[in-house]
């Protein structure tokens, strides 16, 4: 089945640490994104991706790093200066072509140790 | 002021009841609007999605959007238990542009009775 698979379904960061989620899609999508959702706050966009080797920071990118070496792949690194790390990690994906909405994994829970 | 504004609810509602969602906007250069349903511990699933004003129907759910007010609406006819989630609204300027990003409001939280 076509669709987007997050890995893992929960994670935990000790102070200091850098902690990455996997973001895995086989809907041949070019554009890929990662989302941040804390209660009461919506939706928030870290970093999104367009091509292979490219990537451009969103609303909220301080302490995250990604890469997209992959067309399937765009992995996201929560770095040790994210200070508030805890929340709901989701990434999403669409097609090309003017329309076309996003479509979203099962998300990542982080939380602190 | 937030660019989307949704009420967050809870909303709890009897089964077979026809459940109103809503959403207010600021900014009038929205054109793509889209409703996701949310169960909880998953990620969010695309439920209707319409380009600028109007209505679509697809099944028990109707969107309508109304540009000159800012607002747009999720109806759900013969609401079900399983229909009990969070419901977010989301929109953007366009699909032509950059990023196509998406605005998000907070969601809200439907629980429907048996």
């Known amino acids: 089945d076509g669709g987007i698979t997050q890995s893992p379904k929960y994670l935990f960061r000790k102070e200091g640490q850098n902690v990455t989620l996997s973001c895995e899609q086989n809907l041949n999508h070019d554009a890929m994104y990662w989302y941040r959702q804390d209660p009461g706050q919506g939706l928030r966009l870290i970093y999104y991706s367009q091509i292979v080797n490219d990537f451009q920071k969103g609303d909220i990118a301080e302490g995250y790093s990604v890469s997209r070496e992959k067309k399937e792949s765009f992995p996201l690194t929560v770095t040790s200066a994210q200070k508030n790390p805890t929340a709901f990690y989701l990434c999403?994906?669409?097609?090309?072509?003017?329309?076309?909405?996003?479509?979203f994994g099962d998300g990542t829970r982080l939380s602190i140790l | 002021q937030k660019e989307v504004e949704q009420d967050p609810g809870p909303l709890s509602v009897p089964e077979g009841a026809i459940v109103s969602l809503n959403c207010t906007y600021s900014n009038s250069a929205f054109q793509y609007f889209m409703w996701y349903r949310q169960y909880s511990r998953k990620g969010p699933e695309l439920l209707m999605y319409t380009y600028s004003s109007g209505n679509k129907e697809d099944g028990r759910f109707t969107a309508q959007v109304d540009k000159s007010s800012k607002y747009i609406s999720l109806f759900i006819r013969d609401s079900q238990p399983s229909d009990s989630a969070t419901y977010l609204c989301?929109?953007?300027?366009?699909?032509?542009?950059?990023?196509?990003?998406?605005?998000f409001g907070t969601g809200t939280l439907l629980a429907v009775q048996p």
């Open positions: 999403a994906s669409r097609g090309k072509g003017s329309g076309q909405p996003q479509h």
């Open positions: 989301a929109m953007s300027v366009g699909y032509g542009g950059a990023t196509n990003k998406l605005i």
